[in-house]
């Protein structure tokens, strides 16, 4: 079974101007399927050929810590299931924050939603070098969880492990064409893009 490279859930062009139709092209078309192409080239005639990508994730994870040979599956594998997550964490401007139960949540754990923003941004702010920052369901609660380079929740390698139910890129790749070195004002454009709809309906599943 081959990897596919998901579709964008929205046109190049949709973030403009806070995400940029050449970011997007850059990200997108080259970075995202460059891990996917690499991931279908490394898994093939493995063990792990027949696995869907998620399944890839997880069986790599734990198998990179004792195999060092699979490690150049498992980054990426990871990141091509890292960026299908990020895209549908994004949406075109023009929507609201978190709402119902997902509100009630984040004000519960966070304090209100302005202090949840603040503390994610610094969270992903402060996170040194390549990689993304997470708002995860940990043992029923919402936690803040940043991961290096290709590592998300779902791996049982990971320090926070959870479900995932928003993700920010914070590789430059994700930014530099558009804020150069400037992350904080990518973060906070992010904010302005959050598909909170999507994140409402993982959060829910994650709950049951
Ligand atoms: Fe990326």
């Given at each position: 079974m081959s990897i596919e490279l998901p579709n964008l859930p929205?046109?190049?062009?949709?973030?403009?101007?806070?995400?940029?139709?050449?970011?997007?092209?850059?990200?997108?078309?080259?970075?995202?399927?460059?891990?996917?192409?690499?991931?279908?080239?490394?898994?093939?005639?493995?063990p792990l050929a027949a696995s869907p990508l998620d399944s890839?994730?997880?069986?790599?994870?734990?198998?990179?810590?004792?195999?060092?040979?699979?490690?150049?599956?498992?980054?990426?594998?990871?990141q091509a299931w890292n960026h299908a997550f990020y895209w549908h964490s994004l949406r075109p401007m023009g929507g609201h924050g978190p709402q119902g139960s997902l509100g009630e949540a984040i004000s519960s754990v966070f304090g209100d939603e302005r202090r949840f923003a603040d503390a994610f941004k610094s969270a992903a702010t402060g996170h040194f070098g390549s990689g993304w920052a997470w708002l995860v369901v940990s043992d029923k609660k919402l936690k803040l969880h940043n991961s290096a380079n290709q590592d998300n929740p779902l791996m049982s390698i990971c320090e926070v492990q959870g479900t995932p139910v928003l993700a920010l890129d914070v590789w430059e790749h994700a930014y530099y064409l558009n804020y150069?070195?400037?992350?904080?004002?990518?973060?906070?454009?992010?904010?302005?893009?959050?598909?909170?709809?999507?994140?409402?309906?993982?959060y829910a599943a994650a709950k049951k």
């Open positions: 929205y046109p190049y062009k949709a973030l403009e101007p806070l995400i940029s139709e050449n970011t997007l092209n850059t990200h997108h078309g080259k970075h995202h399927r460059t891990y996917v192409d690499k991931t279908n080239a490394l898994v093939k005639d493995t890839i994730v997880r069986q790599c994870a734990w198998r990179a810590t004792a195999d060092p040979a699979t490690m150049p599956l498992f980054n990426n594998a990871a150069q070195n400037r992350r904080p004002d990518y973060i906070s454009a992010f904010f302005n893009v959050i598909n909170w709809n999507a994140v409402a309906e993982r």
